[in-house]
């Protein structure tokens, strides 16, 4: 499928998926991401593969837990109240070093919330989200093309570090019809000899297991993990600066929200204000030194964010608090316009907090 | 000429089960099973959480450890992901099993998945040091009903092989019990079936194995296996509960 078509966000998700090999999809239906799921209903019998709706988001998650055991591509979808059901297999998959491609369509929260799009599941997604110390590889795309391009990416992600990578996306990306084109070079999954395929009486047993009852072991496992997450953080950073580099007003947003504040910026600058743009597209490894050389230059940095104020923890990490940095924030499914973030470009050249 | 063996399938270690449980009696019947049908290189073990959490380090096939009640999730993914060649046991408790994993084992057998599912049953949390249990029996005293259990604030004991037998997915539900050598031949030649079944690829196939823990039911081996059959086995009367293909149903 090397033309353009016209696709839905969550479409293009599972279309990709398809592409990079998964041929197992396990989910539960939940607003704003049931498109990801009935594509999958109808392509994966066509293409020898395996749908099973399953009976909650716990089974969806261990499901995927059992595939991925095997050595096999596989995926679940949900959207933020399924996600936090699917903690504890999150964290399972986590400790048993096992890959695994998990998609958020962010709606709003806490509780049943609402079924509008946002960004509150970030801490969630980037601070692991379940028991115990471990991260996801978190992407967060902002077109239906990125969707599509992060997804393959992900499991190639995944794959390479034996660990769960998760699309943070939202129910307008979800949702949204773009032209998309899915012509991309699929890499072959690399070699997995732990998986459990039976031991075709060849080799030891193979064990997929997260437990670790001597504290010693439980430590050591721990630290190593920690050393193959320092290698994503120093690989695997992505981000996309836009008229960054002179910018007095540096805007820090991803997503859905990084579509609308680009154009804000793009605005500002038509009216002679030096604003730039960040948009982080790995949220875990964050982009510190992106930040980090904004922070020498700029004079604020103003995290737009669909929660209350969670990606600008990181920001405010990242740049030692050597400049400035606020929130324009709106939640519960409510997006900015461009005008709105524009006001809040223009009061800020005028020196003004917000 | 050698009378007695350790089956291929269990690994040469030490078990870590209290003296007088009978996991490792269920642990070598699975393992027998599991070389006279000569599938051990094409089986895959799903160890719960409970007693049993280190099954995988007894089986010498595949293992995978599962969270607390998933087992019957887990396994439908690798069963799913290679049908023909993977064979799939999950080995699970009755807390496992019938408390947390309950959504999970009914629609495990409401798909009529294609795996074999060994469920011990010993009325009492074993692992955590002995707390009631779905399946502990009325009045039975344990360190969270130490009054007893009290079915007005604690309800009844759930008998799984009787619900799980009123669905129309599972292809074979039977309850026995390893309490003494007759019942121990009689719950090989179930385990077995429900194994045959999978390869037969008839469906999910679920084998209750009524069983005893002396430890934290404060009895000596002996008393508790005296305890199964006084007490447990009226509770829980042993038999075929669902067997579509042989349509023999005793229960």
Same mark, same amino acid.
Request: contains cysteine; aromatic residues 8%.
């Given at each position: 499928?090397?033309?353009?078509?016209?696709?839905?966000?969550?479409?293009?998700?599972?279309?990709?998926?398809?592409?990079?090999?998964?041929?197992?999809?396990?989910?539960?239906?939940?607003?704003?991401?049931?498109?990801?799921?009935?594509?999958?209903?109808?392509?994966?019998?066509?293409?020898?593969?395996?749908? *099973?709706?399953?009976?909650?988001?716990?089974?969806?998650?261990?499901?995927?837990?059992?595939?991925?055991?095997?050595?096999?591509?596989?995926?679940?979808?949900?959207?933020?109240?399924?996600?936090? *059901?699917?903690?504890?297999?999150?964290?399972?998959?986590?400790?048993?070093?096992?890959?695994?491609?998990?998609?958020?369509?962010?709606?709003?929260?806490?509780?049943?919330?609402?079924?509008?799009?946002?960004?509150? @599941?970030?801490?969630?997604?980037?601070?692991?989200?379940?028991?115990?110390?471990?991260?996801?590889?978190?992407?967060?795309?902002?077109?239906?093309?990125?969707?599509?391009?992060?997804?393959?990416?992900?499991? @190639?992600?995944?794959?390479?570090?034996?660990?769960?990578?998760?699309?943070?996306?939202?129910?307008?990306?979800?949702?949204?019809?773009?032209?998309?084109?899915? @012509?991309?070079?699929?890499?072959?999954?690399?070699?997995?000899?732990?998986?459990?395929?039976?031991?075709?009486?060849?080799?030891?047993?193979?064990?997929?297991?997260?437990?670790?009852?001597?504290?010693?072991?439980?430590?050591?496992?721990?630290?190593?993990?920690?050393?193959?997450?320092?290698?994503?953080?120093?690989?695997?950073?992505?981000?996309?600066?836009?008229?960054?580099? @002179?910018?007095?007003?540096?805007?820090?947003?991803?997503?859905?929200?990084?579509?609308?504040?680009?154009?804000? =910026?793009?605005?500002?600058?038509?009216?002679?204000?030096?604003?730039?743009?960040?948009?982080?597209?790995? *949220?875990?490894?964050?982009?510190?030194?992106?930040?980090?050389?904004?922070?020498?230059?700029?004079?604020?940095?103003?995290?737009?964010?669909?929660?209350?104020?969670?990606?600008?923890?990181?920001?405010?990490?990242?740049?030692?608090?050597?400049?400035?940095?606020? *929130?324009?924030?709106?939640?519960?499914? =409510?997006?900015?316009?461009?005008?709105?973030?524009?006001?809040?470009?223009?009061?800020?050249?005028?020196?003004?907090?917000? | 000429?050698?009378?007695?063996?350790?089956?291929?399938?269990?690994?040469?270690?030490?078990?870590?089960?209290?003296?007088?449980?009978?996991?490792?009696?269920?642990? #070598?019947?699975?393992?027998?099973?599991?070389?006279?049908?000569?599938?051990?290189?094409?089986?895959?073990?799903?160890?719960?959480?409970?007693?049993?959490?280190?099954?995988?380090?007894?089986?010498?096939?595949?293992?995978?450890?599962?969270?607390?009640? #998933?087992?019957?999730?887990?396994?439908?993914?690798?069963? #799913?992901?290679?049908?023909?060649?993977?064979?799939?046991?999950?080995?699970?408790?009755?807390?496992?099993?019938?408390?947390?994993?309950?959504?999970?084992?009914?629609?495990?057998?409401?798909?009529?998945?294609?795996?074999?599912?060994?469920?011990?049953?010993?009325?009492?949390?074993?692992?955590?040091?002995?707390?009631?249990?779905?399946?502990?029996?009325?009045?039975?005293?344990?360190?969270?009903?130490?009054?007893?259990?009290?079915?007005?604030?604690?309800?009844?004991?759930?008998?799984?092989?009787?619900?799980?037998?009123?669905?129309?997915?599972?292809?074979?539900?039977?309850?026995?019990?390893?309490?003494?050598?007759?019942?121990?031949?009689?719950?090989?030649?179930?385990?077995?079936?429900?194994?045959?079944?999978?390869?037969?690829?008839?469906?999910?196939?679920?084998?209750?194995?009524?069983?005893?823990?002396?430890?934290?039911?404060?009895?000596?081996?002996?008393?508790?296996?005296?305890?199964?059959?006084?007490?447990?086995?009226?509770?829980?009367?042993?038999?075929?509960?669902?067997? #579509?293909?042989?349509?023999?149903?005793?229960?």
């Amino acid at each position: 499928m090397s033309e353009k078509v016209l696709m839905k966000g969550n479409e293009a998700i599972a279309e990709a998926a398809i592409i990079a090999g998964c041929r197992h999809y396990f989910g539960y239906p939940i607003t704003p991401q049931t498109e990801i799921a009935a594509y999958m209903a109808k392509r994966m019998p066509k293409v020898g593969g395996t749908f *099973l709706q399953a009976e909650s988001e716990i089974a969806a998650i261990n499901m995927v837990y059992g595939v991925s055991s095997t050595g096999k591509r596989v995926m679940t979808s949900s959207s933020s109240p399924g996600i936090s *059901l699917k903690q504890e297999g999150i964290s399972y998959l986590a400790g048993a070093d096992l890959p695994a491609l998990i998609v958020n369509a962010q709606r709003g929260g806490p509780g049943l919330g609402g079924i509008q799009p946002s960004q509150s @599941d970030y801490f969630q997604a980037t601070k692991g989200g379940g028991h115990g110390d471990y991260h996801l590889i978190v992407l967060a795309p902002y077109s239906v093309q990125e969707m599509a391009e992060l997804t393959i990416k992900g499991f @190639d992600l995944a794959d390479k570090y034996r660990m769960p990578t998760m699309i943070l996306c939202d129910g307008t990306t979800g949702q949204m019809m773009e032209p998309v084109t899915f @012509d991309f070079a699929v890499k072959q999954p690399p070699e997995k000899p732990w998986a459990v395929t039976g031991t075709k009486m060849e080799r030891e047993h193979n064990i997929i297991n997260s437990l670790y009852l001597q504290a010693d072991k439980l430590e050591e496992k721990n630290f190593e993990r920690y050393e193959r997450y320092k290698l994503v953080e120093e690989n695997e950073v992505m981000y996309q600066e836009y008229m960054a580099d @002179d910018a007095d007003i540096i805007i820090a947003a991803t997503g859905i929200a990084s579509r609308i504040a680009l154009s804000s =910026v793009e605005k500002a600058r038509e009216k002679g204000i030096k604003a730039g743009l960040i948009r982080p597209i790995t *949220l875990w490894p964050f982009p510190k030194a992106a930040f980090a050389k904004a922070a020498e230059h700029c004079r604020q940095i103003i995290a737009v964010e669909l929660n209350m104020g969670q990606m600008i923890e990181d920001i405010k990490l990242a740049t030692e608090f050597k400049v400035p940095v606020s *929130l324009y924030n709106r939640t519960g499914g =409510v997006l900015p316009d461009v005008y709105e973030i524009l006001g809040v470009i223009e009061n800020a050249a005028k020196g003004g907090k917000r | 000429m050698v009378v007695f063996e350790r089956p291929h399938a269990l690994c040469d270690v030490p078990l870590h089960y209290c003296p007088g449980c009978p996991h490792g009696i269920v642990h #070598r019947l699975v393992a027998e099973v599991i070389d006279e049908l000569g599938i051990e290189g094409r089986t895959i073990g799903i160890a719960p959480v409970g007693c049993s959490v280190m099954a995988y380090d007894y089986f010498n096939c595949d293992m995978v450890e599962a969270a607390h009640g #998933r087992a019957p999730a887990v396994a439908t993914g690798i069963k #799913r992901s290679d049908p023909e060649n993977h064979i799939v046991f999950t080995y699970q408790g009755d807390g496992d099993l019938a408390s947390i994993g309950m959504a999970e084992t009914v629609h495990a057998a409401a798909r009529n998945e294609n795996i074999t599912v060994v469920f011990i049953n010993n009325a009492i949390y074993g692992m955590t040091g002995g707390q009631m249990a779905p399946t502990s029996l009325p009045g039975q005293v344990t360190q969270t009903s130490p009054y007893g259990r009290d079915v007005k604030t604690a309800g009844y004991p759930i008998k799984v092989c009787e619900m799980l037998s009123q669905l129309d997915g599972p292809e074979y539900i039977e309850r026995v019990a390893v309490c003494d050598v007759p019942n121990v031949n009689k719950a090989k030649k179930a385990i077995r079936k429900a194994f045959q079944n999978q390869i037969d690829g008839k469906g999910f196939s679920l084998i209750e194995v009524v069983s005893a823990c002396p430890t934290n039911w404060g009895m000596t081996p002996k008393e508790a296996l005296e305890w199964v059959k006084s007490d447990m086995i009226p509770y829980y009367p042993l038999g075929v509960y669902k067997d #579509r293909s042989g349509k023999e149903e005793t229960k």
